[in-house]
């Protein structure tokens, strides 16, 4: 049993998601998030940018004693995983490795079709994982920079004609593949499944790799014994990089529930 935080992190809102599953799954687990919103998105900057980057997002959450580090990142996860892991003496879990075997896995027609940000996308890291589960599988990748603004900015509803002439702009390629998998390769990408679903059709299946991120710390935690106290009731504190304004109202979406917390913003560049 270990009642220590999980630390949670992303470029913006888009790790919420991976919260979301969190608070659902393991209700009586403490998490800390940290929102990179004054330096959001990540997915057009230089590897060695989101590096810098990453490593400044870490560094603050290890000002907290924690039992493990989520980087509810497509980006960040496909670039600076494993070097972060080598810097630093805590358990560090990405959202691409598990998000692209459980597409590996439950794929029923071998096409496979993975949507991210452009620094994803050029790193091949969803491929790389899949073809190692599934080398017959066959994969169609597509960037959809615009994604990630425009959740930001609360455009993910069905009937906004902005983000659904977008997604069909984007994934028509994919539906004209013929794919029965989609993997959201980023976080804030689960947002937009009503339209997108709404678009590819009920036959295609949507994974959201900030929830399969989620369970597979849940499952690490569990062969561990390092879930929290059952009797615990699970607190959450957030930090952003930005102005904390829009975070209830935004975040509340995200999150499926109203964030009563308060918000604290910080100077990320200090660390």
């Not at 689960?190 to 790799?209: A, H, Q, T």
Request: proline content about 6%; hydrophobic content about 40%.
């Amino acid at each position: 049993m270990d009642n220590r935080p999980i630390g949670v992190f992303d470029s913006g809102l888009g790790g919420l998601t991976a919260v979301r599953r969190l608070i659902h799954e393991m209700p009586n687990e403490n998490i800390i998030y940290f929102g990179d919103t004054g330096r959001v998105p990540y997915g057009n900057r230089s590897r060695e940018t989101i590096f810098r980057y990453a490593t400044q997002d870490v560094n603050f959450l290890r000002t907290f004693d924690l039992k493990a580090i989520v980087i509810a990142c497509g980006t960040v996860s496909s670039i600076a995983l494993q070097p972060l892991s080598q810097l630093h003496d805590l358990p560090i879990f990405g959202v691409v490795d598990p998000t692209a075997r459980r597409a590996a896995q439950c794929t029923r027609n071998g096409r496979i079709g993975i949507i991210a940000t452009e620094a994803t996308i050029r790193t091949g890291a969803y491929e790389q994982t899949i073809r190692a589960e599934n080398p017959a599988a066959e994969l169609h990748s597509v960037p959809c920079p615009l994604f990630v603004p425009l959740v930001e900015n609360g455009r993910t509803e069905p009937g906004d004609v902005v983000i659904e002439t977008v997604v069909a702009d984007y994934l028509q390629p994919l539906k004209e593949a013929g794919i029965d998998t989609l993997i959201l390769g980023c976080t804030h990408y689960p947002l937009l499944s009503k339209v997108i679903g709404n678009f590819m059709g009920p036959e295609v299946r949507l994974l959201d790799s900030g929830a399969e991120a989620a369970d597979q710390i849940g499952r690490w935690m569990a062969s561990c014994n390092l879930r929290a106290d059952p009797e615990q009731v699970g607190t959450c504190r957030w930090y952003v990089s930005d102005g904390t304004e829009n975070f209830h109202h935004l975040g509340s979406i995200f999150l499926n529930r109203e964030i009563t917390e308060p918000v604290e913003q910080i100077a990320i560049e200090n660390y």
